[in-house]
């Protein structure tokens, strides 16, 4: 006996704001397979109004409005069941976030939680990260966004730190990254890693996913520090347009593709790392992860 239900998740980034839908096969006796079934992506930037002005533009507002409304669509078209929205670091700053998110509650009828990065880690630490999690080894999970970047330490299968840091590839575009930020960042993955001899890097987000597709791996094989490197390297001797027209990257990704890269390899840097994994994981599947327990736990509890 086959069940197929479906779930949605709507992330509200810094750089771009997505829609995921997922559907989830449940089977008798066997784990229940998870398929994503639409992916919709909106390079709205909250974070170039926030991070310079403290608030979001007037014109995002109404970006915001049509864009949550045309989700809100897509959800009944798909029959959704259940969904949720969060957003991150750019709402999160912002002075008329919580005015935003009001706005579009009463407009579109989608209820925005805005949550904090400690939040944002321990939604994505419910996807299926275990999966790629050997209990014997170790790893620093990374998950670069456009205003902040959540580093996760697992050793033995298990969460050994964690935290945020305001280093976002939007910031670093508009060079709002201080040397202190970088240098704190550093000091605290230098000291939580120092007893570890060997460890391996996961990397979540729309930019290492994208390195990941340009290198033809197959997936679940690593990239090494020394591909991702020379590919920086590549990205940097691009100008913009060059970047857009030769490496075919959209308009919203060939910038910002520059910093995350140098994020990733900072932190492969300061773990010694050699190797860094990209299960292509991120905020929206921790979400539908999230809710699709919940609605397990609600039928059991009936």
């Known amino acids: 006996m086959i069940n197929q239900r479906k779930f949605a998740a709507i992330d509200i980034g810094s750089n771009a704001v997505r829609l995921l839908i997922m559907t989830i096969t449940e089977q008798e006796h066997r784990e ?91 939604i994505i630490a419910a996807t299926d990260l275990h999966a790629l999690i050997q209990t014997d080894k170790t790893y620093l999970y990374v998950d670069v966004g456009g205003g902040s970047t959540e580093f996760t330490l697992y050793s033995k299968g298990k969460t050994v730190a964690s935290r945020s840091f305001k280093l976002g590839t939007v910031r670093l575009l508009e060079n709002m990254v201080s040397q202190e930020v970088w240098d704190e ?12 001899t060997k460890i391996d890097l996961i990397g979540s987000g729309g930019n290492i996913n994208n390195i990941f597709k340009s290198s033809g791996k197959a997936n679940g094989k690593p990239l090494s520090f020394l591909y991702l490197s020379s ?52 905020l929206s599947d921790g979400i539908i992860k999230s809710l699709y327990q919940e609605a397990l736990e609600e039928a059991s509890r009936a």
């Open 185 to 196: 960042v550093e000091e605290w993955i230098k000291k939580i890693t120092r007893n570890y």
């Open 32 to 122: 229940p397979i998870f398929k994503k079934t639409s992916l919709v992506r909106v390079p709205i930037r909250l974070g170039a109004d926030v991070f310079l002005t403290k608030n979001i533009s007037e014109e995002n507002i109404k970006r915001m409005v049509d864009t949550m409304q045309a989700f809100k669509l897509l959800m009944q078209s798909h029959k959704i069941e259940k969904f949720k929205a969060c957003a991150t670091s750019a709402m999160r700053e912002s002075e008329n976030g919580e005015e935003v998110a009001q706005l579009i509650l009463e407009k579109t009828g989608v209820e925005i939680n805005i949550i904090d990065g400690s939040d944002e880690a321990a």
């Open 231 to 282: 590919y920086y390297q590549l990205l940097q001797s691009f100008t913009y347009e060059e970047r857009i027209t030769e490496l075919n990257l959209n308009q919203d990704r060939a910038d910002v593709i520059v910093p995350a890269a140098k994020i990733y390899l900072s932190a492969m840097k300061w773990t010694r790392a050699r190797r860094i994994y990209v299960p292509k994981i991120g």
